[in-house]
Nanobody, 123 residues
Framework: QVQLVESGGGLVQAGGSLRLSCAAS????????MGWFRQAPGKEREFVAV????????YYADSVKGRFTISRDNAKSTVYLQMNSLKPEDTAVYYC????????????????WGQGTQVTVSS
């Protein structure tokens, strides 16, 4: 059974940084693309970033491009999201997800999801 467990969320001031982690288990991590999504209160879930299985290609939402970086360590079965220059509008629950294809921005193409980690950016 596939499990994805996020960590690293918290409260940070605007302009600050956080690094989220997502540890995966249950199937061969290096075969799957990994994505990050987020959902703010009262809003729909939105795509943030996705990384190919090899880690060689990444795709970002325009709203985070240049500020967020997605990376992975296949030996540790972990994907990361480095978030810099955080803004209050980045406040959301962040979810990692796993997909058999790349690059998908729609959540429907992701097979497994983590439980989410809260990120709160104060102004």
């Amino acid at each position: 059974q596939v499990q994805l467990v996020e960590s690293g969320g918290g409260l940070v001031q605007a302009g600050g940084s956080l690094r989220l982690s997502c540890a995966a288990s249950g199937r061969t991590f290096s075969r799957y693309a990994m994505g990050w999504f987020r959902q703010a209160p009262g809003k729909e879930r939105e795509f943030v970033a996705v990384l190919s299985a090899s880690g060689g290609s990444a795709y970002y939402a325009d709203s985070v491009k240049g500020r967020f970086t997605i990376s992975r360590d296949n030996a540790k079965s972990t994907v990361y999201l480095q978030m810099n220059s955080l803004k209050p509008e980045d406040t959301a629950v962040y979810y990692c997800a796993q997909s058999s294809g790349f690059p998908y921005v729609a959540g429907v193409h992701y097979d497994y999801w983590g439980q989410g980690t809260q990120v709160t950016v104060s102004s």
